[in-house]
């Protein structure tokens, strides 16, 4: 079955260090891949997409490539903040299943100052 | 923006009793919404798909009898935690996919953070 892996966290920088957050998933045909960011306390938030192979999503510094040859859709940021800190979570949307998003264990990122 | 709200952001409530919990799309239709749950430090587990005017789909393991799912309009999902005890105390969080535009994206609420004593 489609399934999404994440690295695992936490992961923890220095202010303006660079960030990967790995993520590769699993699925048929061509879903639509996601990163949604969620701070404590609060729900989640779409961060970027992507929806199809080589596709670049890209947002507040943020940006990931949808790498079909790899099945990767690695999360990148040149230079983090201390209000990046928070959980990242990569998703995949394939249409085979109704729609719904199949999302990854979550990776925390903390950033200190 | 697509803007989901959820109401209430937090409920304490006595173990026995039922929670209502409302999840409104503010600013655009979505004729499909989910129920998560996610426990600390935990990725979501998808509870249900909602569509409006039409019985909810649960996922496996989800008890749809504790687990009430009302979708009456194109901007209001309710989901109601009936007789709650202390293992349903967890962070529920729903989404909304927008009618027409970005049909593939969720957009997600703040949560509810329930909490059974």
């Known amino acids: 079955g489609n399934s999404v892996t994440q690295m695992e966290g936490p992961v923890t920088l220095s202010e303006e260090a660079f960030l990967t957050i790995n993520c590769t998933y699993t699925?048929?045909?061509?879903?639509?891949l996601f990163w949604y960011v969620q701070y404590p306390g609060e729900g989640l938030q779409l961060l970027l997409k992507?929806?199809?192979?080589?596709d670049k999503g890209s947002n507040k510094g943020f940006e990931a490539t949808y790498r079909k040859e790899t099945t990767s859709f690695h999360l990148e940021k040149g230079s983090v903040q201390v209000s990046d800190s928070a959980v990242y979570f990569c998703a995949l949307r394939s249409y085979n299943q109704g729609g719904k998003l199949i999302f990854g264990q979550g990776t925390e990122l903390s950033v200190k100052p | 923006g697509a803007v989901v709200s959820q109401h209430p952001s937090r409920v304490i409530c006595k173990s026995g009793t039922s929670v209502k919990i409302e999840c409104r799309s503010l600013?655009?239709?979505?004729?499909?919404m989910f129920w998560y749950r996610q426990f600390p430090k935990q990725s979501l587990m998808l509870m249900a798909t909602s569509n409006e005017g039409s019985k909810a789909t649960y996922e496996q393991g989800v008890e749809k009898d504790k687990f009430l799912i009302n979708h009456a309009s194109l901007t209001l999902s309710t989901l109601t935690v009936t007789s709650a005890h202390p293992e349903d105390s967890s962070f529920y969080i729903c989404?909304?996919?927008?009618?027409?535009?970005?049909?593939?994206?969720?957009?997600f609420g703040p949560g509810t953070r329930l909490t059974v004593l």
């Open positions: 699925a048929t045909g061509y879903p639509s």
């Open positions: 992507a929806t199809k192979a080589d």
């Open positions: 600013d655009f239709q979505a004729t499909t």
């Open positions: 989404s909304a996919l927008q009618l027409w535009r970005e049909a593939d994206t969720q957009y």
